[in-house]
């Protein structure tokens, strides 16, 4: 019997009609794919520009005599020129840099804004007329520290430190009546000592820079001696001396002596201001990063390679009696990146701010 109707021919035209529309589909998606390759790029410079220009004004704002670079508005925009072209991989254009900064540049944030035109590859069959403009911003905030977890339990007076990346060997001697000579400025003010761990498991404290943490400073003899700070004082001991070669001889402190990987034996410090407060309650001043290359805390004696110089000399033992002794190399001190920073809106409410010397710095959108 014969077809009423000749089929042939529809799968064709239906094959026809759906490549059509799946190119068409695959041309945008081409497109729309290079546009957010496009984008990435541009936000990849305006991320890293935005960081560089918050922090060329952290620094500046800091220690504007080794930072000379000033915080300006022409400053921003070729750091962000320079940025964008460093880790974009498209030619970026970017636009004048939003800066707003307050407080002798202690506090402020910085919006970059960047773009790229693109040539569409296939949208302009569908009428897309001219390049397609893909933008991208990014804001970073600096402003004073407010609180950093885990700090050390050994404090260092202001004046007693050198400038970072500098040796320091401080000394405390309860049997000398001369006064102690490192703690510029406060000449009865010892040049180290001990505060209470708030977390006595893990021996550490909860230091607040703005406003300040009123320290109630223990001597230097006086080391904590919970059960987490013998575990933590021991760690300390052996990362300064990876090797652990630890023993005692006659009229020697137990001591220990090696060698240790400098990051191991780095703790963060809390730096107090003895010209400010009481005895008992001297204000957290700064933090910074101590690279320990020797200790004498307590009754025990360790040194990295190389060993001790000047008056807590291990060849001279005799002569150290009960003296406690660190030395090291001082690092500035760089915030975490989830540790928080002050609000500028609050910023006004709070003393202080000219005098920090610590600015975290971070994007914030």
Request: net charge negative; glycine share 8%.
């Amino acid at each position: 019997m014969r077809r009423l109707s000749d089929e042939q021919g529809t799968v064709a035209i239906i094959v026809a009609l759906s490549l059509t529309t799946l190119m068409g589909m695959a041309a945008l998606a081409i497109d729309v794919g290079a546009m957010l390759t496009g984008q990435r790029a541009v936000q990849n410079g305006a991320d890293a520009a935005a960081i560089a220009i918050a922090k060329l004004c952290a620094e500046h704002a800091v220690d504007p005599i080794a930072n000379p670079t000033p915080c300006s508005g022409a400053q921003a925009a070729a750091t962000a020129s320079t940025y964008f072209a460093n880790n974009s991989t498209l030619p970026v254009t970017s636009t004048a840099p939003t800066l707003a900064v307050s407080y002798e540049g202690r506090v402020g944030s910085v919006t970059v804004t960047g773009a790229v035109d693109q040539q569409p590859m296939f949208a302009r069959v569908l009428g897309a007329d001219g390049p397609l403009t893909v933008t991208a911003s990014s804001t970073a905030r600096w402003g004073p520290l407010t609180a950093v977890d885990a700090v050390f339990p050994l404090v260092v007076c202001k004046g007693a430190l050198p400038d970072p990346g500098e040796v320091v060997t401080l000394m405390v001697d309860p049997t000398s009546s001369d006064p102690p000579d490192e703690c510029d400025g406060a000449p009865e003010e010892p040049p180290f000592g001990w505060i209470t761990p708030d977390d006595p498991d893990a021996c550490t404290s909860k230091i607040t820079l703005l406003p300040p943490t009123y320290l109630d400073i223990d001597d230097a003899a006086n080391e904590p001696t919970s059960a987490g700070c013998v575990l933590e004082l021991d760690e300390l001991h052996n990362d300064i001396d990876a090797t652990a070669v630890c023993h005692t001889t006659p009229n020697e402190p137990y001591h220990c002596h090696g060698s240790a990987d400098a990051d191991d034996r780095i703790r963060i410090l809390a730096v107090y201001d003895p010209t400010v407060g009481s005895t008992g309650a001297r204000p957290s001043y700064s933090l910074v990063a101590f690279e320990f290359t020797g200790a004498r805390l307590g009754d025990r004696l360790s040194y990295s390679s190389g060993g001790w110089s000047g008056p807590c000399a291990e060849s001279d033992p005799a002569a150290i009696g009960d003296k406690q002794c660190i030395e090291g190399i001082v690092h500035d001190y760089i915030p975490p990146t989830d540790g928080p920073i002050v609000d500028p809106t609050v910023a006004a409410l709070l003393p202080g701010i000219e005098d920090t010397s610590v600015l975290d710095v971070r994007l914030v959108d």
